[in-house]
DNA sequence: CTTGACCTTCCAATCATTGGAAGCCTTATC
DNA sequence: GATAAGGCTTCCAATGATTGGAAGGTCAAG
């Protein structure tokens, strides 16, 4: 298999694919006499592990990890929840760090007129440093 | 003042005020005789206007156009509410993301048993691409 | 033999921020 | 007046993950 092929088997574009390896996240690829990768279905399965890893939101710090944990035999599964476990916690942070954001806009927002007139709640909070409420103006 | 005065002052780092004028979000600052540059309060308050609009995750581009409607006197609020809505809209497109997230690797930390033996439903998700669940193995 | 589709490497851009290096300016102290 | 500390200047580089392009080599079909 070519990367090209191993890209379609996988989902990973081929430019990705030169990447992981050249980060080290996967094995440097087997070369064809011209210098072309050459991938086995092994490879593909790699491939195929770090694409769904990517889609979950892992960095590819913690991809390296979970390749490994794969690959190890005398693994215990209390070290993959744990990765796991740990990235959870940072979805949850940034999660709620985004909810916050958007539920302080969405009130601001629905505060605003929307006409064509200047005034805007809005502009007043980022004006403000948003230390206040719309109905507790600041002393 | 100097930029340090005017960091402190705003809450932005003297290295992100250079930059935010470098890529034209605010103004030249004017210069000392030797090449210092200069704030006034004022250019303090666009600076925290920034700031602000940066925690509330408003990405650059968007702050230029806040910036410009915050300074035009004849701004509808109008425009002012749908750039808040826009980024409102991509900041719930990026909460159902990372709670999809979560969620999928919550249940399979949930049905990972967390022991010292290897076997993982989480790797067992991530080598089989996520296109069952672990009743309902795939055929 | 030529065309086109693939492969190779290298360099650059994204977004917002931070870091460092090298050198100049200002202020305080001796 | 010399010197040291600390702030200022510019330029370059790195972050994370991905994508884009350019320039050139290789493979298959027509």
Redo the contacts between chains.
Sequence with gaps: MTIGDAAKASGVNAKLIRYYESIGLIPEAGRTASGYRVYSPSDV?VL??VK??R???FSIERIQI?VG??Q???????E???V??D??AE??A??AE??A??D???H??HA?????????P??R???E??GHCCDEPPP
Excluded: Q, Y
Aim: include cysteine.
């Design positions: 399965n195929r592990f769904r890893a889609t979950l939101g979970l944990l794969w190890d035999r005398s693994r215990s599964s209390a993959v929840k744990r796991a476990l990235h959870v979805l949850e940034k999660i985004l909810r954001m958007s302080t806009l969405t601001l927002a605003c007129h929307g006409d064509e007139r200047p005034d805007c809005i502009l909070d980022l004006e440093g948003g």
